[in-house]
């Protein structure tokens, strides 16, 4: 503030207004830095209607409009602090010519660039146009034409060029950000319907019997994941026909034989099998084994000499405890293939491992476990040299956390669950990202 007044009154208006400002940003409060503001800021404002006043003498069209804008802008950061300063009337009366002198020129132009296909030269003009005024003629919907038109024409071109994906995103970005423009939905929908690859999953199958319970479960499960991603471009078609497992296996056979006059019929609405087989696949949850540990149990006493005074002991004692331990697993293997219905071509194929496992082990003593240090011992009744007590804070603290380790255990079921969604979004991953176009 005493900064602010020092160049005020050497005449430095320029910097005083500005540390006034800067004064009120920090504080709106003070009344010193408004008065200041008033004073300078009114200097300042002049300055600045003296500049757009010079520009539009010596008829400088851009250089006015712009810096009438910078008196606007400087007005309303000062009148944010309650200050009100004066503008001349005159200059409010010579802006709005010179505006409109300044946009019907840019108009002029950018109605030419676009006229001429110059879309990013119009684009820019019709931008500065309609930052100066909004509302300015049809500015708004040439502007529009500027933006999407290049982009509506590369959409159709990648439709002849039967890039229908590109097309479907080319198009697909109008509609987003501009709503409909011309026929980009009706476009839209042919390039998706031309890009769109309809798969039949065929029952999984298995070396052994036993497994087609998990085969079943994992065809679900990759189903679901393929609705669940919503690609525009693949959707997974139900058909009674492409349940049947034993066809499905005879048409995966033929197939994989290149014995295509003999397959099975696959239905017409068909564009793609995905066939899978499990290589290996395993499961177990042990049962809870129990078994007894030695530990020694601390315990403090207090003991009282003959000379009437208390001495502090330390004693160890031995104790069991029990420990609890269990282990689940879940391991499978999977080849998969996606085969085009009509030309038989591989599409997607490849492996995929999942390997999980959980164990548990814990402890339970009937007392107080913190209290408990680690050792061994070898007669629970007599002493041996051979006992040994680890009272130390490292072996201390491990002997604690296993009375403090989670007991509940992911059971082979719980795996299974997040081994076949993390199976079944890796495979739908892979057959999303293929791109038959690239």
């Not at 602090?81 to 002029?108: H, M, P, R």
């Not at 319907?193 to 497994?211: D, M, T």
């Not at 471009?233 to 290149?258: A, C, G, I, P, W």
């Not at 420990?323 to 879940?330: A, C, G, H, L, V």
Request: aromatic letters at 10%.
């Amino acid at each position: 503030m005493n900064k602010a007044l020092e160049l005020e009154k050497a005449g430095l208006i320029t910097e005083a207004a500005d540390l006034y400002l800067r004064s009120l940003q920090a504080n709106d409060d003070n009344i010193d830095s408004k008065l200041g503001l008033k004073r300078t800021g009114q200097v300042v404002l002049d300055q600045k209607s003296d500049e757009f006043m010079a520009f539009y003498r010596n008829k400088q069209y851009k250089e006015a409009v712009y810096a009438f804008l910078d008196v606007e802008k400087y007005h309303g950061q000062v009148k944010s602090f309650g200050i009100n300063l004066d503008i001349s009337e005159n200059v409010y009366s010579y802006y709005q010519e010179v505006k409109d002198t300044y946009l019907n020129e840019q108009y002029g132009k950018a109605i030419n660039a676009l006229n001429t296909d110059n879309f990013e030269n119009a684009l820019s003009l019709f931008d500065e146009i309609l930052k100066i005024a909004p509302n300015y003629r049809d500015a708004t919907k040439h502007r529009t034409t500027a933006r999407y038109e290049p982009v509506y024409r590369e959409g159709l071109n990648f439709l002849k060029t039967e890039k229908n994906r590109k097309a479907y995103y080319a198009f697909d970005e109008i509609l987003k950000n501009n709503g409909e423009y011309k026929e980009a939905s009706t476009f839209q929908s042919e390039a998706r319907e031309k890009a769109l690859i309809r798969i039949g999953i065929i029952p999984f199958s298995s070396y052994r019997l036993s497994q087609k319970n998990i085969a079943d479960e994992i065809r679900t499960y990759i189903t679901s994941q393929i609705s669940r991603l919503n690609s525009p471009f693949y959707e997974v078609v139900k058909s009674t026909t492409m349940n049947n497992s034993d066809l499905n296996y005879n048409l995966l056979r033929k197939l994989l034989l290149n014995k295509y006059e003999s397959a099975p019929r696959i239905p017409s609405n068909i564009d793609a099998v995905l066939s899978g087989k499990i290589k290996d696949y395993s499961s177990a949850t042990t049962p809870l084994k129990k078994t007894r540990r030695k530990a020694w149990l601390k315990e403090s006493k207090t003991l009282k000499k003959e000379d009437g005074t208390e001495e502090k002991v330390t004693e160890y004692r031995k104790v069991y405890y029990y420990e609890y331990t269990r282990k689940s697993n879940f391991n499978l293997s999977l080849s998969y293939t996606l085969t085009h219905a009509q030309n038989k071509s591989v599409m997607v194929s490849d492996v995929v491992d999942k390997k999980l496992e959980d164990q548990v082990k814990y402890a339970e003593f009937d007392g107080d476990h913190r209290k408990l240090v680690p050792g061994i011992w070898y007669s629970l009744t007599k002493k041996s040299q051979l006992d040994k007590v680890y009272d130390t804070p490292q072996a201390v603290k491990e002997l604690h956390a296993t009375f403090e380790s989670r007991k509940e255990l992911n059971d082979s079921g719980t795996l299974k669950k997040q081994a076949l969604a993390e199976l079944s979004d890796e495979i739908s991953q892979k057959i999303i990202n293929y791109n038959p176009e690239i």
